[in-house]
């Protein structure tokens, strides 16, 4: 990551991050074999091989945010799964997912510390309708932030924000 002096005594630690690209979960449930990862209807098989996958970036990044010399942590990356906050009931229903899944990357981050607040799990866009004539619910570039006052995950698909949810006041 790279610090940055905003200045007025701002300072950022910005961090961007890739993780592994197999497995990758949403083919395996989509019925698609890849880099020897079977297709499968076996959700819990699929959230153990991405988070045995990906673990040790998370813990990584985690240190990372938890040792930051500043109060505003910036994470930025392509983490290779969806959104924990993506294959929901609502998604399910709506048929845009195949299965419910907890991604196990983004919600792992989200439980070590990414979320302080205990209002943080309502923001997110509502994949089932914002998702509206999307071919696939696969969705993976995230922005989380930890700040002094709290922690929000922003993400979403609404193309007239640049593919960046936001939270209005």
């Not at 880099?35 to 045995?52: G, L, M, R």
Request: hydrophobic share 30%; proline share 5%; net charge negative.
């Amino acid at each position: 990551g790279a610090y940055i002096d905003l200045g007025e005594g701002i300072v950022v630690l910005v961090m961007n991050c890739h993780g592994a690209y197999f497995p990758y979960g949403p083919y395996q449930l989509n019925g698609i074999e890849y880099k020897d990862f079977p297709a499968t209807d076996d959700v819990d098989y699929v959230v153990k091989v991405n988070k045995e996958a990906r673990q040790g970036m998370v813990d990584k990044l985690l240190e990372d945010f938890h040792s930051s010399t500043t109060p505003f942590v910036c994470l930025s990356g392509d983490f290779n799964e969806p959104s924990w906050l993506d294959w929901t009931e609502g998604a399910l229903s709506a048929g845009l997912a195949p299965y419910v899944v907890q991604w196990p990357t983004t919600r792992s981050l989200w439980e070590g510390g990414t979320s302080g607040s205990s209002d943080a799990s309502g923001i997110h866009v509502d994949t089932a309708s914002e998702q509206e004539g999307h071919q696939r619910p696969i969705r993976f570039d995230s922005l989380y932030f930890i700040s002094q006052h709290g922690s929000e995950k922003l993400s979403g698909n609404r193309r007239e924000h640049g593919n960046v949810g936001y939270r209005s006041s």
